[in-house]
């Protein structure tokens, strides 16, 4: 798919790799809304944004009916219509299962899947209007590989990338496609309050290294994005064929990730 002059919505574009995918799309001539909760990290974002090219923010919390409506509706009424949805908002809450507040698991539920499903319902008439449109889903490299400390986020990750797998089945041939994107740690505020490293297998990178990827990937029509090069392609391929080996692994690491993570929450 060509990206100049696209329309695309991106939400959670204030900050990370949205803000990231943002600027390179600008780069590339789309023209882009970007969404998020906080009107003056919006601001900030868009002030930042916009030598780049045409972008403009819409407040509103992708959890809430409302916010989704008025996120939805101020994209179509500042493009004309809508090409490329990008759901890239979210939140996560590290640590073990039964320290994990029932509200934290349900916000998780409520941002990583529900919020992304409800939109891409509510925005396939635009898209499927559009000709050439596209979702694309920002997920995370824990839908891969189950990682302790993480198992609602990866429910909700995994979650998501097997409704695009679905979805994209059921679309095909009908003009919209879907792009499944996989970050690995990336290096953004959501990762501020964690303290793992690459001791533990948290190698972070540029989200503008992510948000490259998703350009060539939108620019070459492919339908996910995995980060994190060889050594996790491998990682992946061992979840596969010998989970038990990287149980193992995971059981070596588990004190040091336990106490590394133990904070890590932003919702
Ligand atoms: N960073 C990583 O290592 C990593 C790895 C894999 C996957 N991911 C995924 O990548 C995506 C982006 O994460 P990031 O690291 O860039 O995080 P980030 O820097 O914290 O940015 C999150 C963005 O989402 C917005 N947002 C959060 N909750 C929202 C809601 N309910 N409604 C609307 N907007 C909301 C935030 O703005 P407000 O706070 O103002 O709402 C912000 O713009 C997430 O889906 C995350 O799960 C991240």
């Avoid at 990370?16 to 909760?37: C, D, E, F, Q, Y």
């Avoid at 059921?170 to 990336?186: F, M, Q």
Wanted: hydrophobic share 45%; aromatic share 2%.
């Amino acid at each position: 798919m060509k990206i100049e002059g696209k329309r695309v919505l991106v939400t959670g574009g204030s900050s990370g790799i949205g803000r990231a995918i943002t600027a390179a799309l600008l780069g590339k001539g789309a023209r882009v809304v970007i969404s998020g909760r906080r009107q003056d990290a919006l601001d900030a974002a868009v002030a930042e944004l916009k030598a780049k090219g045409d972008v403009h923010g819409v407040c509103g919390d992708v959890t809430e009916t409302a916010g989704r409506v008025a996120t939805l509706d101020g994209a179509l009424a500042h493009l004309g219509g809508l090409d490329i949805l990008v759901n890239n908002a979210g939140g996560v809450r590290a640590g073990r299962l039964e320290e994990t507040s029932e509200a934290e698991i349900r916000a998780m539920v409520e941002v990583d899947l529900v919020a992304p499903i409800l939109l891409t319902r509510a925005a396939l008439p635009a898209l499927r209007a559009s000709g050439e449109g596209l979702i694309a889903d920002i997920t995370s490299a824990i839908a891969l590989i189950g990682m302790p400390f993480y198992a609602t986020y990866a429910a909700t990750k995994a979650g998501l990338a097997r409704f695009d797998e679905a979805l994209r089945r059921e679309l095909v041939g009908e003009g919209v496609g879907v792009l499944t994107i996989y970050p690995g740690a990336t290096d953004t505020p959501m990762m501020r309050t964690s303290r793992a490293g690459a001791e533990v297998g948290f190698t972070k990178e540029p989200a503008e290294a992510v948000a490259d990827a998703v350009v060539v990937a939108i620019e070459g029509d492919g339908f996910e994005v995995v980060r994190g090069g060889e050594a996790r392609a491998q990682m992946i391929a061992l979840n596969r064929t010998d989970p038990i080996a990287l149980d193992r692994r995971f059981a070596d690491l588990k004190p040091a990730l336990a106490e590394a993570v133990r904070d890590h929450s932003a919702l």
